[in-house]
Each structure stands twice: as C-alpha cells, then as structure tokens.
C-alpha cells in the first residue's frame, strides 16, 4: 500500500502538497532533482512522459520541462532556483508555458527523514490569493485538467478502436 | 449561475476563515443566527452578513417559515469545488507511486553492490 497524499489549501496563497516515502532523504532529494531520476517519475497522467527534462541545480540556475503525450500534445513549464540546501531544502520559481496558474508561483520543496523514512512536503505559493482561487477555479480546469481530460477522451478512442 | 460562476461564488465564499468555522459548525447541525454568532467575537449583522455570502453561493439554505431560520449546509457545491481536487491528487498520486518503485529500485541497486563489496 503506498503512503497517503495529502493535498491542503494553507493560508490564502499556497498549495501544499504532503507524502512520506521509504527512503532515506538523500535518495529522495536526488529523484527530485537528477534529471535522470525526474524522468522517470513526474510524468503525470498515464500517457504522458518528458521530452525535455533540464535540471541546472544552482541558484539561479533554471529548470525546464516539457511533456508530451502520443498524440503530440505538449505541455511545458520552467522556473528559476532561489535556494537550494541539500539534501533538505529547494526554493524555486515555476511557471507554465500557457500561463493558467495567473502569473508566476514559488514551489518550496521540504525533505526531513526519521527512521529511514523521508516526508516531503511541497508547497506552490501563488503570487496571490485570487491567482490561487484563479487556479482552483479556472486554471486548473481549463489548463491541466482540460489536457488530462483530451487525453483521456483520446485513450478512449483509442481503446475503442 | 453558469457552473463557472457558481464555482467561483463558491470559492470566494470559501476563502475566509470565518465563514469555513460557520461550515464546519453547521456540519455538526443546522444552528439559528444567535447560535452561529456566539462562538465568534462578532455581531450578529456581521455573521448576517457572511450568511450572506455563504447562501449566494448555495452552500447553506435557511428554512423560511420557522421564526428562527435555522441555517443548513449545502454539500452539492463543496462537492463540485473539490473535484478539481480529485483530479490533481490523482496526477500527484500517479507520480509518486512511481517515485516509490524508483526508490525501491535504487535501494536494491544500493544493497547489491554494497553486497558485492563484502
């Protein structure tokens, strides 16, 4: 059984993301943050997987991923680091492509370990509470959801064929 | 109030504290203004007042006939609100049960060769 999510609203801005993995912490910073390892995991929806994946871990240092699905479908998103204290800690700045998320948001990314095991929480901080309530309300439905949702009607089609 | 609207008048109503605290206290139960009004250091025009808001955007229904109008919650709309939620946990879900298989994998990759040197 994997370990529950929990997703939160917290304050007025942010978006907390919460999971604890078996895995020592160093392990889990480096799948967060080795382009080789990210490959492999943070490809959302079934379907989808990384063509670009780059990773210039430094401040001020930039990130870019863009995804794509098998009928050609692209989604692509960036960001800028502002801190980064391995194996704990990252701040970074991130941005999609089409901006649905109302202007640039700060993801913080939190790793502790206890007893072999890692909690990471990941909180996006949006640049303020209507571009959080923006997201929720439109955002996230006309964006990302939009795209899961054409994928999902081609996976049908697809099986349907 | 095109579903847009209505989840936008919904996450306005949402995103103030006090009007969450009325929520969750009207989860336990419908409750009349003066009940609502006494946990809060607030007059009761000011609850009247999120009431309000919280009755535009269909979360509560007050019972017209009784004198007391006891307030109800509504769970349709918190419903329709979280389902973005759904979506998003999904995504997340999928990702990090694929970190979990990374992990393992790198922990038995770990394990072999530290066997191997031994």
Redesign the interface.
């Known amino acids: 059984m994997?370990y529950p999510?929990t997703?939160t609203r917290k304050g007025?801005r942010d978006i907390e993301?919460f999971?604890v993995?078996?895995?020592l912490r160093g392990?889990?910073f480096?799948?967060w943050t080795k382009p080789e390892?990210v490959r492999?995991?943070?490809?959302?929806?079934?379907g989808w997987s990384f063509q670009v994946c780059e990773i210039d871990l430094r401040v001020g240092g930039k990130f870019r991923y863009v995804w794509r699905n098998a009928k050609g479908a692209q989604m692509g998103m960036g960001g800028t680091y502002l801190e980064i204290v391995a194996p704990e800690r990252i701040v970074n700045t991130e941005l999609f492509d089409e901006d649905w998320t109302g202007g640039e948001a700060v993801g913080t990314l939190v790793l502790t370990e206890a007893n072999g095991q890692t909690t990471s929480t990941y909180t996006v901080r949006y640049s303020s509470?209507e571009a959080r309530?923006n997201v929720?309300?439109?955002g996230?439905?006309q964006g990302?959801?939009a795209s899961?949702d054409r994928l999902e009607t081609m996976l049908d089609e697809v099986n349907a064929s | 109030m095109k579903p847009?609207e209505r989840?936008?008048a919904t996450?306005?109503a949402l995103?103030d504290p006090t009007r969450r605290a009325i929520l969750t206290r009207l989860a336990a139960g419908e409750a009349s203004v003066m009940e609502l009004a006494k946990p809060f250091a607030m007059s009761q025009p000011a609850i009247s007042k999120h009431l309000r808001v919280l009755e535009r955007a269909g979360l509560i229904s007050r019972s017209r006939d009784a004198q007391r109008r006891p307030c109800r919650i509504e769970i349709k709309p918190l419903v329709e609100?979280d389902r973005?939620?759904e979506?998003?946990?999904?995504?997340?879900?999928?990702?990090?049960?694929?970190?979990?298989?990374?992990?393992?994998e790198?922990?038995n990759e770990a394990d072999a060769s530290e066997a191997r040197q031994s």
């Not at chain 1, 492999?40 to 079934?46: D, E, H, I, K, Y």
């Not at chain 2, 979506?87 to 393992?104: G, H, T, V």
């Open positions: 994997p999510l997703i007025d993301i999971r993995f078996d895995a392990r889990v480096d799948c390892f492999r995991w943070l490809t959302g929806p079934p509470q309530e929720l309300k439109t996230m439905e990302m959801v899961y | 847009a989840l936008n996450f306005a995103a609100a973005w939620l979506r998003y946990r999904r995504i997340w879900e999928a990702n990090f049960e694929r970190l979990d298989e990374l992990l393992d790198l922990k």
